[in-house]
């Protein structure tokens, strides 16, 4: 571990598999988190998981500006988990290391959040690029509307999430270890997003001060990640105690991705797998029953 002198206003966790085709744009993740900046910032790497390219590894080992924290097991929760539980910052956020911060975003952040002693979390605005076939490059505001969110934060993820990974800033010592232990796989944000709207004070500010690069093979483009969805409902419903108007919500959006898979098990051939989705939607509760109908698709296919 890196020796470091008087603890940094802010800590950026940068978690990370460490694989050779991550190297440059793990490059520029790090120097975009000093880009602009003239506050005192710490650049924990969080590498986990054996596929990782020795010479990155060494490389960061062997950089006195990056404190290097090595998980054997590879896994992003835990990794997110890990980095959070060695912050020593003021406060702490987060970057992939495939996605960027603008120039002087965390100076910027600091400023707001010291503004503002009683905000435990403060979320910004940030840019997706995307590039098409011809190789062009476009950019395009995360989020619209964010500061909408302000007056109810929880009902604002009703309409999504307004959480990106890098499109926070949290106080250290109210956002503690604890809200990142057992982080739900695949929905990391959302969760950490949901258990944050029900017990901490947030503030949006709708300035940009981050890049996503979206790539085709993002995980939120997977059919591990759709299929995870409904563990990620099932488990908000069961282990947090939200408000009623946010659980029908969530009994609403179970019941359609339910015959939302009913539907693609049919379109296969595979009638018990569909059968199976469309009970499940109807003991959703109220929500299945605008469904109850369905189960004529399956007698005359």
């Not at 085709?21 to 520029?28: A, D, F, H, I, V």
């Not at 990155?56 to 959070?84: F, K, M």
């Not at 500061?147 to 009703?158: F, I, K, R, S, V």
């Not at 969530?250 to 199976?276: D, E």
Request: glycine share 8%.
């Amino acid at each position: 571990m890196v020796k470091m002198g008087n603890a940094p206003a802010v800590s950026v966790i940068i978690p990370t598999a460490g694989e050779a085709s991550r190297w440059q744009s793990l490059e520029w993740a790090i120097t975009s988190v000093r880009a602009g900046n003239d506050i005192g910032i710490e650049v924990v790497v969080v590498l986990n998981g054996d596929r990782y390219c020795p010479n990155l590894r060494a490389s960061l080992e062997s950089r006195p500006d990056v404190r290097l924290i090595y998980l054997p097991e590879g896994d992003l929760t835990r990794a997110i988990a890990r980095g959070r539980q060695a912050v020593r910052g003021r406060y702490f956020c987060f970057l992939d290391d495939d996605d960027e911060y603008l120039p002087g975003t965390l100076s910027t952040r600091l400023r707001l959040m010291d503004r503002h002693p009683l905000i435990d979390v403060l979320v910004t605005n940030g840019y997706r690029r995307q590039c098409d076939d011809s190789g062009r490059e476009t950019e395009t505001l995360m989020f619209s509307g964010l500061t909408d969110n302000a007056e109810n934060p929880l009902m604002g993820l009703t309409r999504a999430n307004w959480l990106a990974s890098c499109g926070g800033l949290f106080r250290s010592a109210t956002v503690g270890p604890e809200y990142f232990n057992g982080i739900q796989k695949y929905f990391e944000w959302s969760w950490l997003a949901i258990r944050l709207s029900l017990t901490r004070n947030i503030r949006f500010r709708d300035i940009p001060t981050f890049v996503v690069n979206d790539t085709p093979d993002s995980l939120s483009k997977s059919l591990a990640y759709l299929t995870r969805e409904l563990d990620f409902l099932l488990r908000v419903l069961n282990e947090l105690d939200t408000p009623k108007p946010f659980r029908r919500h969530l009994h609403r959006k179970l019941a359609a991705k339910h015959i939302s898979f009913a539907n693609a098990a049919l379109t296969q051939g595979f009638r018990g797998k569909a059968l199976r989705h469309y009970l499940a939607c109807l003991g959703s509760g109220r929500a299945g029953l605008a469904y109850a109908l369905w189960v004529r698709k399956l007698i005359l296919k």
